[in-house]
C-alpha cells in the first residue's frame, strides 16, 4: 500500500551572511534553532515523529550524528529517530526525498527533511603531514622515536586546511566550473545581473506581503534574511568586477550567491496524518529524481539537473506547460540561465538522453519569490528552504496546480521534485 | 535595614579579585552585611555562544540557569573582596549551589543583579558561607541561585549541622566525558573565573591537588547540557560537589528520573564515587 | 542607575524613605492559595448565598465578632484569613451599622494578603436603595485603603436570581491569591443556566485559547498560566518576535502563529489555524502598543496606528472569528477578553492615542457582552495598572516609583496577575460573569 506524502509547511531561520550575525553559532544551533520554530508552528511538542533526515555539507568531525544530536536538543520528543544525509547543495531537497519515499512506503507517517550550514562554522582540519607524523609519534615504542617522529613536522604541515570547495576531480572550483558553462553557453553579463536584481526585488516584495510569516522564525534576534538588498538595481551590479572566468569574465560577487549561514526544515507527512490532525496540507511530492553528468569527461557541472528533470517530466507525462510555477536554485544567476538554455536545446538534450527539448520557461513562473542569490545559500539548507517555499505557493493557487524544483550540486549532480498543490 | 551598594559597571576583575584571591589569616568567618547591585546586565551573545560551546549547551534565545550565575559571579567577587570580608574565594570550596529559573530568560534581556551573604554557619571543616544572588527583570525576579562556600579551618558561631548525606549507590553510568587538560583555561574564558587553582598546577599544588581542577560550575552545567530538552522550562536545580575532579580526567555520569525532574550524578570512571550530585525539580 | 535610584537603595536613602512612608512593600500571596487563617462569614439579612458559596469552595467558616459598642472594641483572637460579608440584605441607611459593626473588629485582625470580601445587589429599588448600593460602594474602596499588609477589599455585586454555583469561581478567585492586585474593586455577577457545582483546579483543560502578544511579558504570563490551567495555548505575535513566541509555544505545549493581527487576513488566518483543533474556545486579545506623545505631538500615524492595533484589529478579528461559518471560530459558551488600561479608565498625560483605544477596550466588552448573551460567549476586559514588565523597565525610575506606589498595595502587580485574573474570567464556571471590566491595579489611585 502507497500513501500520498504531503508538505504540510516548514520552516527556517533567515538565512545571513557567513561570518555575520550568526558567526558564534553552529550547525547544531542553527538547526536546532529551525527545529524548534517548526515543532512551535505545528505544536509539536514532546511528540515522537517517525524520523527527522538533516543534513550539512560543511561538518564537523563531531557532528557525525548532527541531526540526531540536534533532535536531542529541541522540543521534540527524545524518542525521535534521527539520520544525516549529505549531497552536496541538493541535500536539503534530498532529505525531503527520503522522508517522503518512507511515508509513501508507509514505513512512517510524518517526518521531518532538514538542512542546515554554517560557513562561519566550517570545520578546520590539520595537514595529512601532520596527522602522518602525530601518527608516527603515537605509535613509537620509545621517546627516541617519538622525537624522531615529531621532528619530522614542518612549518606547512601547521597550516590549517580550510574545507575543500574544489570539485576533487577537476581542481576547479565550482565558480570556475561555472565560469567555462557561462562562456560555453555564452551567457552575458548584463542577463545574469538582471537575474539578480529580480531575485532581490522578489525576495523583498514577498518578505513585504508577509509570506514568510509562516515559513520563517527569527533567530539570535535577525528577523528577516539578512543578505537581501532590497533597493539593489541591475546598474549597481553592473558596477561589480568579475570575480569567476578572468577578467573577461561575468561572473561577480552580485550574481553568485554568498558563503551563508542557515537552516531549513520541513514537515512532511502522510495525507492521513494530516487530516488525523486537521492540518491542510499544501502540497503532494509527487516525484522526485537525481542525475548525475561526467563533469571530469568535460560536461558542465551544474546542468545535472537537466537529464532529471525531461526523465521525470516524461515519466509522469507532463510537460513544461504543466508546470505552474518553477523553482531553479540559483548557484549563479548563470546556472539559472545555462539551464533554461539547456531545456531549449534540442541537442544538448538529446545528448544527455532525452527524447526532446524540455521546452521554453516564461519567466514570470521562474523563482517568484527570490531564490539563493537573494536568500543566501547554505548549501544543505537550501532545499528544504524551497520546498515549503515552493508548496505554500502552489497552494495558493489552487489545489492542483503542479511546480518544478531543480538544484544543481556538487559533482556534477543534480536533484529535481515536483509537487502538486492538495 | 540591609545596604545596597550599586555598581555603575560589572566590577573590573583587577584589585577586588587580587583580594578575593588573597587568602586570610583571620580565624573567624566574617562576610560583608551589604547587598552588591548591578542594574541592567546586558548579556554578551558571543560569550554565551562560547559557554555553550565549552558546556556543551544549544546556543538559544533563552539561557541556561548556569550561565546566569556566570553573569553574577563578578558580583561574588566583588562582596567577598570588601575590606570587611574575612571568608575569601581561594580557599573557600564551593560544596553546594542551589537555583531555579523562575522563568524562560531570553539572551536579550537586560538582567538586574544582586548578591548578598549569608551570616556565616559552623560547620565541623570551618564555616560555611551563601552567596546569595538575584536577577530581576522588571522587579520579576526571574532567577536565583545560592552558592554555598566552605571556608575550612574557620570559625562561626552556634554548633555545626551536620545535614544527612543522602547514601550514594553506585549504579550503571549512562556516559563518560573526557575533560581535557585545556577545560579549565577554556572554562575561564568563558565564566571570568580567575581562580587559578583551576589552570595552575603549581596554584592547585598549593592548596593539596596535583593537578588543576574543574570549575566545579563548568561540571554543573555540562550536567544540565546532558539532560538539555529533558528538563522543564522552569526548574529548581540543587547540586553539591562531592570532590574535585583533576584535569586532564574522565568522569562518568548518569541520570534517571525523578518526580517530575531528573536526579543526576558526575562519578569517577568506574561510577564508585560522585563528584557531583544534582537534582532536577519544576 | 540613576544617581537617584543610587540614593534610594542606598541604606540612609532607605531610612528617609521609611521616615517619609515609603515602607517596604508587603509580600502579596499568589497562586491557587487560601488565606492563612479562618474565613469569618458575616450575614447581614436572611440570603444564604454566601454561605451556600463557601460551601462549594469546600472552606468552612467562622462566626464574625460584632462591635457591639463595648470599649474598647471587641477583637478576633488570632488574625483571620478573610471576612466575607452577604451584603445583599442591605438595603437602608441604618442597616450599614451592622455593616460597620463586622467590618471594624475584622480590619484590625486581618492577617496578611486577608481578604474582605462583600456581597452585594446591584443599584435598583427606591431612593434610599438605591443610595446604599452606592454607598457600599464608597465603603468598599475605602476599606481597601485602610488595609495593610496585601489585604484586599472587594465588593461583588449578585443579582437576585444569582446562585451558589454562578458565584463559584469569583468567590474562589477573590479568596485566593489569584487576585493578589485586584484591589477596592467592584464587578457583577448573573445567573446562567446549569450554574457550576465546584472550583476547578484546572477548569481549561483541552480547550483551545489563542492569546495575541504571547512572546512576552504579560501576554507570556497568559499562556504559561492558561495552560497551568489545562489550555492549549495557540500564541499569537508578530513575526519578529518569533524566537521568543517559538519557546513560548514549546515551552506550554501550545502552537505559534507569527503573525501581525492589523492584517487584514488576521481573522482568518487565526481561524486556519485553529482549526486542527476544532475551534475556539476563547481569546485573550493581549496585543498592544504605545506610542506616547502629548496631544500638541500626535500625529495621525502616531494615532492610527495605536487605535488601529489596540482596538480596530480585534474588532476585526472577533467578527471573522464569531461568524457561525467560520471554520476554527469561536465555540458558543466561548470566552473573549480584551485588555483595557488604567490609562484608558482614568486618561494619562501623553497617551490619548492609547487611552481612547484602552476606553474603546472597555466600552467594546460593554457593548459585545449583551449581544453575545444568547451564544453563551462571555465578553469582559481587564484593566492593568502598573504591572512590572520589561516594557516598564524603561520608565526612569523617579517616574516609576512614583507609579508603582500609587496603590493601596504601594507595589507594582505582576504579569501573573493580570494573567490569573484572564484565568478566572476564562473559567467554564465564570459563565456568569460578562460585560465586566476588572481592574488589576492594587487600586491605583488613578481613575475610578
Redesign the interface.
Known amino acids: 500500500m502507497t500513501h500520498n506524502a504531503v508538505v504540510l509547511g516548514g520552516n527556517r531561520i533567515p538565512f545571513a551572511k557567513a561570518g555575520g550575525p550568526y558567526a558564534e553559532a553552529s550547525n547544531h544551533d542553527l538547526l536546532t534553532a529551525a527545529l524548534d520554530g517548526l515543532v512551535a508552528r505545528f505544536g509539536l511538542a514532546g511528540e515522537r515523529l517517525g524520523e527527522v533526515a538533516g543534513g550539512a555539507v560543511l561538518k564537523h568531525p563531531k557532528d557525525f550524528n548532527l541531526t540526531r544530536e540536534v533532535v536531542l536538543s529541541s522540543a521534540l520528543s527524545p524518542s525521535t529517530p534521527a539520520c544525516d544525509l549529505q549531497q552536496a547543495c541538493g541535500t536539503g531537497l534530498e532529505t525531503v526525498v527520503y522522508i517522503a519515499n518512507k511515508i509513501a512506503l508507509g514505513q512512517i507517517d510524518v517526518g521531518i527533511g532538514a538542512g542546515v550550514d554554517s560557513a562561519s562554522d566550517a570545520p578546520i582540519t590539520v595537514s595529512d603531514g601532520l596527522k602522518r607524523a602525530l601518527l608516527k609519534a603515537n605509535r613509537a615504542r620509545s621517546a627516541g622515536a617519538r622525537v624522531k617522529a615529531l621532528a619530522g613536522i614542518r612549518p606547512r604541515h601547521l597550516a590549517p586546511q580550510a574545507p575543500g570547495v574544489a570539485e576533487p576531480r577537476t581542481g576547479l572550483s565550482m565558480g570556475e566550473h561555472q565560469a567555462l558553462t557561462t562562456a560555453r553557453w555564452g551567457i552575458g553579463r548584463a542577463e545574469q545581473d538582471e537575474l539578480a536584481a529580480a531575485s532581490h526585488h522578489h525576495l523583498a516584495q514577498a518578505w513585504k506581503d508577509g509570506f514568510f510569516d509562516d515559513l520563517v522564525t527569527p533567530y539570535l534576534g535577525v528577523a528577516a534574511d539578512a543578505i537581501m538588498r532590497p533597493d539593489t538595481t541591475v546598474e549597481k551590479l553592473g558596477a561589480l568586477k568579475p570575480v569567476f572566468g578572468g577578467p573577461e569574465g561575468t561572473m561577480t560577487a552580485g550574481n553568485s550567491t554568498a558563503l551563508s549561514d542557515g537552516a531549513a526544515t520541513a514537515l512532511i507527512v502522510s495525507e492521513e496524518w494530516a487530516a488525523a490532525r486537521g492540518l491542510t496540507p499544501l502540497a503532494r511530492i509527487v516525484d522526485a529524481e537525481v542525475a548525475a553528468v561526467d563533469h571530469p569527461g568535460g560536461a558542465d557541472l551544474l546542468l545535472g539537473p537537466v537529464a532529471a528533470t525531461g526523465r521525470m517530466l516524461a515519466r509522469r507525462g507532463l510537460t513544461l506547460d504543466d508546470v505552474a510555477l518553477v523553482e531553479i536554485h540559483e548557484a549563479f544567476a548563470s546556472t539559472v540561465l545555462a539551464t533554461l538554455k539547456a531545456w531549449e536545446d534540442a541537442e544538448y538534450c538529446r545528448s544527455v538522453g532525452l527524447d526532446s527539448p524540455i521546452g521554453s520557461l516564461d519567466r514570470s513562473r521562474l523563482n517568484v519569490t527570490g531564490s539563493s542569490l537573494a536568500a543566501g545559500h547554505p548549501f544543505a539548507a537550501t532545499g528544504a528552504r524551497l520546498v515549503p517555499t515552493l508548496a505554500k505557493l502552489l497552494h495558493e493557487r489552487g489545489p492542483g496546480t503542479k511546480g518544478l524544483i531543480s538544484m544543481c550540486a556538487a559533482g556534477g549532480q543534480g536533484v529535481v521534485a515536483i509537487l502538486e498543490a492538495v | ?6 555598581l ?1 559597571s560589572p566590577p573590573g576583575m583587577g584589585r577586588s579579585v587580587a583580594r578575593a584571591l588573597l587568602p586570610s589569616r583571620a580565624s573567624v568567618a566574617r562576610v560583608p552585611e ?1 547587598v552588591v ?1 548591578l ?2 546586565v546586558i548579556q554578551d ?2 560569550r554565551l ?2 559557554y ?2 565549552v558546556t556543551g549547551l ?5 539561557v541556561p540557569p548556569t550561565w546566569i550565575h556566570v553573569l553574577a559571579f563578578p558580583l561574588h567577587v566583588h562582596l567577598l573582596s570588601d575590606a570587611h570580608a574575612t571568608v575569601r574565594l581561594v580557599g573557600a570550596v564551593h560544596v553546594s549551589n542551589t537555583m531555579r529559573l523562575q ?2 530568560v ?5 538582567l538586574d543583579l544582586a548578591v548578598h551573604a549569608t551570616t556565616p554557619r559552623a560547620h565541623r571543616r570551618g564555616a560555611l558561607v551563601d552567596l546569595v544572588a538575584r536577577a530581576e ?4 525576579v526571574v532567577w536565583q541561585g545560592t552558592s554555598t562556600y566552605l571556608a575550612t579551618g574557620m570559625r562561626a558561631e552556634g554548633t555545626p549541622q551536620d545535614a544527612p548525606h543522602e547514601p550514594f549507590e553506585p549504579r550503571a553510568l549512562q556516559g563518560r566525558w573526557r575533560l581535557s587538560s585545556t577545560l579549565g583555561r577554556d572554562y575561564r574564558r568563558v565564566s571570568g573565573d580567575p581562580n587559578p587553582i583551576h589552570t595552575s598546577r603549581v596554584a592547585a599544588k598549593a592548596f593539596g591537588f596535583a593537578r588543576p581542577i574543574i570549575h566545579g560550575m563548568w561540571t554543573h552545567a555540562r550536567a544540565l547540557a546532558a539532560l ?3 528538563l522543564p ?1 522552569t526548574y529548581g536545580v540543587e547540586v553539591d560537589f562531592a570532590k574535585p575532579i583533576l584535569l586532564p580526567g574522565t568522569v562518568g555520569f548518569r541520570a534517571a528520573d525523578a518526580p517530575g525532574g531528573w536526579d543526576a550524578d558526575v562519578t569517577t570512571p568506574d561510577g564508585a564515587k560522585p563528584h557531583l550530585r544534582m537534582r532536577v525539580r519544576p | 542607575m540613576s544617581a537617584l535610584e543610587k540614593a534610594f537603595t542606598s541604606k540612609p536613602g532607605k531610612a528617609i524613605a521609611a521616615k517619609a512612608g515609603l515602607k517596604e512593600p508587603p509580600r502579596l500571596a499568589r497562586g491557587r492559595t487560601w488565606p492563612e487563617g479562618a474565613i469569618v462569614l458575616a450575614e447581614i439579612g436572611e440570603s444564604t448565598l454566601a454561605r451556600e458559596t463557601l460551601a462549594l469552595l469546600g472552606r468552612s467558616v467562622e462566626s464574625p465578632i460584632v462591635d457591639d459598642g463595648q470599649e474598647p472594641a471587641p477583637g478576633y483572637g488570632s488574625r483571620i484569613g478573610a471576612l466575607v460579608v452577604d451584603a445583599t440584605g442591605v438595603t437602608t441607611i441604618d442597616q450599614l451599622e451592622q455593616l460597620r459593626a463586622v467590618l471594624r473588629p475584622a480590619v484590625r485582625g486581618l492577617a496578611k494578603s486577608g481578604r474582605i470580601v462583600t456581597l452585594a445587589r446591584p443599584a435598583e429599588g427606591d431612593w434610599e436603595q438605591r443610595s446604599v448600593a452606592r454607598a457600599l460602594d464608597g465603603i468598599n474602596r475605602t476599606v481597601a485603603k485602610e488595609l495593610r499588609g496585601g489585604a484586599t477589599a472587594t465588593l461583588v455585586r449578585v443579582t437576585p436570581d444569582t446562585v451558589a454555583g454562578d458565584l463559584v469561581s469569583t468567590l474562589g478567585f477573590v479568596l485566593q491569591g489569584r487576585s493578589a492586585f485586584v484591589d477596592g474593586q467592584a464587578w457583577s455577577v448573573g445567573h446562567t443556566d446549569s450554574p457550576a457545582t465546584a472550583l476547578d483546579d484546572r477548569p481549561l483543560d483541552g480547550k483551545v485559547v489563542v492569546v495575541t502578544g504571547a512572546a512576552r511579558g504579560i501576554g507570556a504570563a497568559i499562556a504559561r498560566t492558561l495552560a497551568r490551567d489545562g489550555a492549549h495555548i495557540i500564541a499569537v505575535d508578530i513575526p519578529a518576535a518569533g524566537e521568543s513566541l517559538a519557546a513560548v509555544a514549546n515551552e506550554v505545549g501550545g502552537s505559534a502563529l507569527q503573525l501581525d493581527i492589523t492584517a487584514a487576513d488576521a481573522g482568518r488566518r487565526i481561524a486556519e489555524h485553529a482549526a486542527r483543533a476544532g475551534g475556539i474556545y476563547a481569546v485573550v486579545h493581549n496585543a498592544g502598543i504605545t506610542r506616547d506623545k502629548m496631544l500638541v505631538n500626535t500625529d495621525a500615524a502616531r494615532w492610527a496606528s495605536v487605535l488601529d492595533v489596540n482596538l480596530a484589529a480585534q474588532i476585526r478579528i472577533n467578527d471573522i472569528l464569531l461568524d457561525p461559518a467560520t471554520d476554527g471560530g469561536l465555540v458558543d459558551g466561548g470566552r473573549l477578553v480584551g485588555i483595557a488600561s488604567t490609562s484608558g479608565l482614568a486618561g494619562n498625560k501623553g497617551q490619548t492615542n492609547y487611552a481612547a483605544s484602552k476606553a474603546g477596550v472597555a466600552g467594546l466588552v460593554e457593548a459585545m457582552a449583551p449581544d453575545l448573551a444568547e451564544r453563551l460567549i462571555t465578553v469582559n476586559a481587564v484593566a492593568p495598572g502598573f504591572i512590572e514588565t520589561e516594557m516598564t523597565g524603561r520608565i526612569p525610575f523617579v517616574q516609576r516609583e512614583i507609579f508603582r506606589r500609587s496603590n493601596s498595595l504601594s507595589q507594582g502587580g505582576r504579569p501573573v496577575d493580570v494573567a490569573e485574573t484572564i484565568g478566572y474570567l476564562l473559567d467554564p464556571a465564570s459563565k456568569a460573569v460578562t460585560g465586566q471590566v476588572i481592574r488589576v491595579c492594587g487600586q491605583n489611585l488613578v481613575g475610578a
Open positions: 535595614m540591609t545596604a545596597v551598594v550599586t555603575d551589604h547591585r542594574a541592567g551573545r558571543a555562544a562560547d555553550s560551546r544549544t546556543l538559544r534565545d533563552t522563568r524562560p531570553s539572551a536579550d534581556e537586560a527583570v522588571g522587579g520579576d538539555e530538552q529533558r522550562s
